[in-house]
Each structure stands twice: as C-alpha cells, then as structure tokens.
C-alpha cells in the first residue's frame, strides 16, 4: 500500500525559510514533486524531480526553491527561501509510479505574513 507522509510548513514571515518533506513507501517512484493549492485557485506544480534526472520549477519559486530527493530513502525535500505572501497554500506531496499512476500526500499548510 502506497502512503505519503508530509511533513513541515507552517507560518513564517515573508523573506523566511521553510522546508518540506516527504517519504513514499510501498512502491518505486519515478517521480516526486510538490504541488500547491491557495484558496480559490487550482493546484498548481511547484517541483518536481524525476529519479536521476534533472528537477523542473515553476517560473514563480525558480530561484527561491530547491528540489532534492534520496532514491534510497524515498524522500523528496523541498526546501523554500525567500517566501512570499503569494506562497501560501496547501502544499501537496505527489509520487508518481511506473505505471504514471499518482499518489497523492494529505497535504500541509504553508502560511506566509506579510
């Protein structure tokens, strides 16, 4: 059984710093990213990194975000600097398998004041 389990985000002050993580068991991934939800809006992709390739940003956290993952681990981090008000949303955590089946985490808030 495939299960994600999120954890960090919070509240932080704008120009703050957070960071993400993520562990996917019972299966093998060739893709892990995270996407975000802000009220009123659609889920949006913010990271995502295939197993030994290079990881793909959304124009509006390039430069801001880092992507990593441990393959030995099953764990993909996502580390957020500089953050924004515009950054605040429900972050989800997302695997993709083989088969280009997702999965999704619960989600975990991330708050940014200005």
């Known amino acids: 059984q495939v299960q994600l389990v999120e954890s960090g985000g919070g509240l932080v002050q704008a120009g703050g710093s957070l960071k993400l993580s993520c562990t996917a068991s019972g299966g093998i991934f060739k893709i892990l990213g995270w996407y975000r939800q802000a009220p009123g809006k659609q889920r949006e992709l913010v990271a995502a990194i295939p197993s030994g390739g290079r990881p793909n940003y959304a124009d509006s956290v390039k430069g801001r975000f880092f992507i990593s993952r441990d393959n030995a681990r099953n764990t993909v981090e996502l580390q957020m600097s500089s953050l924004k008000p515009e950054d605040t949303a429900i972050y989800y955590c997302?695997?993709?398998?083989?088969?280009?089946?997702?999965?999704w985490g619960q989600g975990t808030q991330v708050t940014v004041s200005s």
């Open positions: 997302k695997a993709t398998n083989r088969w280009s089946f997702d999965y």
